[in-house]
C-alpha cells in the first residue's frame, strides 16, 4: 500500500517506518539475525516481511503483530537477497554460494534442487506471473531461469521487474538503463547522478523509479539518498536523506510505504 518503508542496517536491525508519521520514527524494529541482515521483502499483501543474512537465517515477520512467523536457518549460504513469490507462497534465497534456493512457506522447506549459478549471485527476483526467475551474478551475468536467456552485463545493482513484468531497470557505465526482461534490450537510458546508485525500484503503476545513492564524502555529504525518478525520461522528482548506514530498500505494495536495512 506504499506507506511504509522497510531498511536493514549494520547493526543487525531490520527497522520499519510510516511514510506518513510526521515524526520519522521507526514503527517497529525487529532484531534476529546474528550478524547483517542483506535481504529484505515484503509480501504482495504488504502484512508480512522477510529478512535474510549473513548468518544463514531466513526470518519471516507479520507485521500486523510484530511476531516472527517461522525461520529457516541455512549454515551452508549466506544469503544476500531474498524474494516472495507472486502469490505469496513461496520464498527465495540467494547469495554467496551460487545457488537460488527455493522455500515454501507453507511447508516450511526448501524445494530441491536449489538453481545453480557459475558465480555468487547479486540479486535475484521472481517475474509478476511467477513463472520466471531473473537473477545476475558478481561476473557480470543475468540469467532468466525456465527460459535459458542469458546476456552479459556489467557488475549489476540489485534487479527488479515492472509490475507488468516487461522491463527491468539496470545501473552501469554512469548510466540508468530500462530493459525488456524477455530480452534485455534497452528501452531507454540517462545520466546515474553522483554519488553512485546502488539500487533500483518501481512504484506500483510502474512509472517511477526509486534510486538509493551511497554518500559522496568527496562532495561534503555522508548521508544517503533515496531518490524519486520519472521512469521514462529520469526526470528526478522528491528526494529524501537520511544517515544510517543502509544496505537495502524495498517498497510496500501499494507504493506509500518504503523499508531500508
Same mark, same amino acid.
Given at each position: 500500500?506504499?506507506?511504509?518503508? #522497510?531498511?536493514?542496517?549494520?547493526?543487525?536491525?531490520?527497522?520499519?517506518?510510516?511514510?506518513? *508519521?510526521? @515524526?520519522?520514527?521507526?514503527?517497529?524494529?525487529?532484531?534476529?539475525?546474528? #550478524?547483517?541482515?542483506? &535481504?529484505?521483502? =515484503?509480501?504482495?499483501?504488504?502484512?508480512?516481511?522477510?529478512?535474510? &543474512?549473513?548468518? &544463514?537465517?531466513?526470518?519471516?515477520?507479520?507485521?500486523?503483530?510484530?511476531?516472527? !512467523?517461522? #525461520?529457516?536457518?541455512?549454515?551452508?549460504?549466506?544469503? %544476500?537477497?531474498?524474494?516472495?513469490?507472486?502469490?505469496?507462497?513461496?520464498?527465495? /534465497?540467494?547469495?554467496?554460494? +551460487?545457488?537460488?534456493?527455493?522455500? $515454501?512457506?507453507?511447508?516450511?522447506?526448501?524445494?530441491?534442487?536449489?538453481?545453480? @549459478?557459475?558465480? $555468487? !549471485?547479486? *540479486?535475484?527476483?521472481?517475474?509478476?506471473?511467477?513463472?520466471?526467475?531473473?537473477?545476475?551474478?558478481?561476473?557480470? !551475468?543475468?540469467?532468466?531461469? @525456465?527460459?535459458?536467456?542469458?546476456?552479459?552485463?556489467?557488475?549489476?545493482?540489485?534487479?527488479?521487474?515492472?509490475? @507488468? &513484468?516487461?522491463?527491468?531497470?539496470?545501473? /552501469? $557505465?554512469?548510466?540508468?538503463? !530500462?530493459?525488456?526482461?524477455? /530480452?534485455?534490450?534497452?528501452? +531507454?537510458?540517462?545520466?546515474?547522478?553522483?554519488?553512485?546508485?546502488?539500487?533500483?525500484?518501481?512504484?506500483?503503476?510502474?512509472?517511477?523509479?526509486?534510486?538509493?545513492?551511497?554518500?559522496?564524502?568527496?562532495?561534503?555529504?555522508?548521508?544517503?539518498? #533515496?531518490?524519486?525518478?520519472?521512469?521514462?525520461?529520469?526526470?528526478?522528482?522528491?528526494?529524501?536523506? =537520511?544517515?544510517?548506514?543502509? /544496505?537495502?530498500?524495498?517498497?510496500?505494495?501499494?507504493?506509500?510505504?518504503?523499508?531500508? %536495512?
Amino acid at each position: 500500500d506504499d506507506r511504509e518503508l #522497510a531498511a536493514a542496517s549494520f547493526d543487525k536491525a531490520v527497522r520499519v517506518w510510516d511514510l506518513d *508519521s510526521p @515524526d520519522r520514527e521507526p514503527r517497529r524494529e525487529f532484531r534476529a539475525h546474528s #550478524a547483517l541482515a542483506l &535481504g529484505l521483502a =515484503y509480501s504482495s499483501d504488504g502484512q508480512r516481511l522477510a529478512t535474510a &543474512g549473513g548468518d &544463514g537465517l531466513l526470518a519471516l515477520w507479520d507485521l500486523t503483530s510484530s511476531r516472527q !512467523v517461522f #525461520a529457516f536457518r541455512d549454515t551452508l549460504a549466506v544469503a %544476500f537477497c531474498v524474494c516472495f513469490s507472486p502469490d505469496g507462497q513461496l520464498l527465495l /534465497t540467494a547469495g554467496f554460494d +551460487s545457488e537460488v534456493r527455493i522455500w $515454501n512457506i507453507g511447508s516450511r522447506k526448501m524445494k530441491p534442487p536449489p538453481l545453480k @549459478d557459475n558465480a $555468487n !549471485v547479486a *540479486s535475484a527476483v521472481f517475474s509478476p506471473d511467477g513463472r520466471r526467475i531473473l537473477t545476475v551474478n558478481w561476473s557480470g !551475468v543475468a540469467r532468466l531461469w @525456465d527460459l535459458g536467456l542469458e546476456s552479459n552485463l556489467p557488475p549489476p545493482t540489485d534487479l527488479v521487474f515492472s509490475p @507488468d &513484468g516487461s522491463r527491468c531497470p539496470v545501473v /552501469t $557505465n554512469g548510466e540508468i538503463q !530500462v530493459k525488456l526482461a524477455l /530480452t534485455l534490450g534497452t528501452l +531507454s537510458s540517462f545520466p546515474a547522478t553522483n554519488p553512485p546508485i546502488s539500487e533500483t525500484l518501481f512504484n506500483r503503476d510502474g512509472t517511477r523509479l526509486v534510486t538509493l545513492c551511497e554518500p559522496s564524502p568527496q562532495a561534503g555529504s555522508i548521508n544517503r539518498r #533515496a531518490q524519486l525518478r520519472d521512469a521514462a525520461t529520469g526526470r528526478p522528482h522528491s528526494a529524501f536523506e =537520511y544517515e544510517p548506514q543502509l /544496505t537495502h530498500t524495498c517498497l510496500a505494495p501499494a507504493g506509500d510505504r518504503l523499508a531500508a %536495512f
